[in-house]
């Protein structure tokens, strides 16, 4: 262990003393006699004990409304320019050594520390010298600086992103959008007295103390539910993307709310219940509607639906914690949409929720999400049950969902395997681009295989021209004849950030019934679940054109 890179990932764990000795002593050898490594050595435990020592403050309403402006901004902003990694991840050799180190993250505690605290040095380095340039009596009577007036910040949010780049090799893929693209601007906006607040630095940074792992949602999930409850945001989406079709999207997802919480069931859940032998889709019908209620902005601890929903929260608990019910056929469905619901709701119920929930919330969704990881197939395909000898796309692609909502909640990062995911995609799409079912040109006359792949073509490396796809969803989603409510979701979602998509809107709106609900008797792929999942996927469909 002679050269820095050798040194590098043990760094974190020797400023706290918890490698092995002969390590310990090798490392401490090393840096006793190279001064780049202990000043590095030297600049993480500064760091560490910054944030260790920080007390997390409840924001005012006022620093909250500072908070959202600056997320607000951040959207109107757009993201930062996407770097093409493409082609040097083409590479084999390259490819392999980059699949190793993302497998060694999800892993390895003490290199997820080492990352983590390496991107939280970074921006919490750029919030204290942020602090410092204005000056602490200049913060005490200015508390809200505006990026715009100060050239400085300016700058530190400049080299924050270039710094996040570099310190990930360089890939956009295995950076979180919302961190590049976000803030100093929002650790320097939310400050009381003049003060940065910790709780913002340690939600951008994944740093709660020494060593400790992430305890709130990353900006991912917040950005995404903001854009759902602020009403001028989604007015404008609706008219940027589907034009005066707007106010019908905003009153068809309020009926199908108001519909679904009339059909739960005395157990709080939704679905039909079985019979003679049939299947029990409960599950992953309550986990679709739950998703369909968090996604619009709905909570389980306040507001309009609280009562109907906190009951479904706790029945997905309960079906993560015991495992599928004996009549779920295909449990990695359920399993995969109730970490979706309970990610997206966890995110925004997070500061209602005590410590203890929280901790045992996320604690949860880790566990799930790393059972779904080691149900991956080894050619990267997922089946209907963990060890299924045959994988699918759409299994494949219902994990996918799951995995990257996770990562969006900053709960758990599966990279190599959604990597490897999409790679097994890849291998099963055709010419044209479309997405095949279980081998090659097996069903590749159905859109919603291929509006699955689309609308997670991000997570999952998809690389190529993307308009012979995307046209051929578009087409589908305008085809009165064949109502598809999974298409409708997840092709929202495939073009969610195209404009002109007011006629396939306008057909998803006029399947809609005068109650409120969407109707299964056609639906090819949600019959068994009823009008329950018809409806909420109509929702989703909805809702997705709300989102950044």
């Known amino acids: 262990m002679s050269t820095c890179a050798d040194l590098r990932e043990h760094l974190v764990e020797f400023v706290h003393g918890e490698l092995d000795r002969d390590v310990h002593t090798a490392v401490s050898d090393h840096v006793a006699a190279c001064d780049a490594c202990a000043a590095e050595v030297a600049t993480i435990g500064s760091v560490l004990e910054l944030v260790a020592s920080a007390t997390e403050i409840d924001p005012t309403e006022s620093e909250k409304s500072a908070l959202f402006s600056a997320i607000d901004a951040e959207l109107e902003a757009g993201k930062a320019p996407v770097l093409d990694g493409g082609a040097v991840l083409d590479g084999g050799a390259v490819r392999g050594a980059w699949d190793r180190a993302v497998w060694h993250y999800e892993h390895s505690s003490g290199f997820r520390r080492l990352t983590l605290t390496s991107i939280g040095l970074h921006a919490a380095v750029a919030a204290g010298v942020a602090w410092l340039l204005v000056g602490g009596a200049q913060l005490q009577s200015q508390p809200h600086i505006s990026v715009g007036t100060n050239d400085e910040i300016a700058a530190l949010q400049r080299d924050l992103q270039r710094d996040l780049q570099d310190e990930m090799g360089g890939f956009q893929r295995a950076i979180p959008d919302e961190i590049v693209a976000a803030p100093p601007r929002v650790f320097v906006e939310a400050t009381r007295d003049g003060v940065v607040l910790p709780s913002a630095i340690r939600e951008l940074a994944g740093l709660r103390g020494r060593g400790e792992k992430l305890r709130a949602p990353t900006f991912g999930i917040l950005i995404r539910l903001r854009a759902v409850l602020d009403d001028a945001g989604r007015s404008r989406r609706l008219a940027e993307r589907i034009g005066d079709v707007g106010p019908r999207a905003d009153a068809a997802v309020a009926d199908g709310l108001a519909w679904l919480a009339k059909s739960r069931s005395d157990d709080g859940r939704w679905g039909p219940t079985p019979k003679d032998g049939a299947a029990d889709v409960r599950d992953g019908v309550t986990a679709a509607v739950v998703l369909a209620f968090v996604q619009s902005g709905h909570s389980a601890s306040d507001g309009e639906y609280a009562e109907t929903l906190a009951p479904a929260i706790r029945a997905l608990e309960k079906r993560l914690l015991d495992g599928a019910a004996a009549g779920d056929t295909k449990p990695v469905y359920s399993q995969a949409l109730a970490i979706r619901a309970l990610a997206w709701s966890w995110a925004l119920d997070f500061?209602?929720?005590?410590?203890?929930?929280?901790?045992?919330?996320?604690?949860?969704?880790?566990?799930?999400?790393?059972?779904?990881?080691?149900?991956?197939?080894?050619?990267?395909?997922?089946?209907?049950?963990?060890?299924?000898?045959?994988?699918?796309?759409?299994?494949?692609?219902?994990?996918?969902?799951?995995?990257?909502?996770?990562?969006?909640?900053?709960?758990?990062?599966?990279?190599?395997?959604?990597?490897?995911?999409?790679?097994?995609?890849?291998?099963?799409?055709?010419?044209?681009?479309?997405?095949?079912?279980?081998?090659?040109?097996?069903?590749?006359?159905?859109?919603?295989?291929?509006?699955?792949?689309?609308?997670?073509?991000?997570?999952?490396?998809?690389?190529?021209?993307?308009?012979?796809?995307?046209a051929a969803v578009r087409a589908a989603l305008v085809k009165t004849k064949t109502p598809d409510a999974l298409l409708a979701w997840t092709g929202m979602q495939a073009l969610r950030s195209q404009q002109g998509l007011a006629p396939a809107m306008t057909v998803l709106l006029d399947r809609q019934r005068d109650d409120g609900s969407w109707p299964s008797a056609t639906d090819r792929h949600c019959r068994l679940g009823g009008d329950d999942l018809t409806t909420a996927m109509g929702v989703l469909a909805v809702t997705r054109v709300y989102l950044p």
């Open 351 to 470: 500061r209602n929720l005590s410590p203890t929930e929280r901790e045992s919330r996320q604690k949860l969704l880790a566990k799930a999400g790393a059972s779904l990881v080691a149900a991956q197939h080894e050619n990267g395909g997922f089946g209907y049950r963990p060890g299924d000898e045959r994988p699918d796309a759409s299994c494949t692609l219902f994990v996918a969902g799951a995995l990257s909502d996770l990562r969006l909640a900053g709960v758990l990062r599966a990279d190599a395997t959604l990597r490897r995911a999409g790679r097994y995609l890849a291998s099963l799409r055709g010419d044209d681009g479309s997405q095949s079912y279980a081998k090659a040109d097996d069903r590749l006359d159905d859109p919603t295989l291929t509006a699955g792949l689309l609308a997670h073509a991000g997570v999952l490396g998809v690389k190529g021209d993307l308009s012979k796809p995307l």
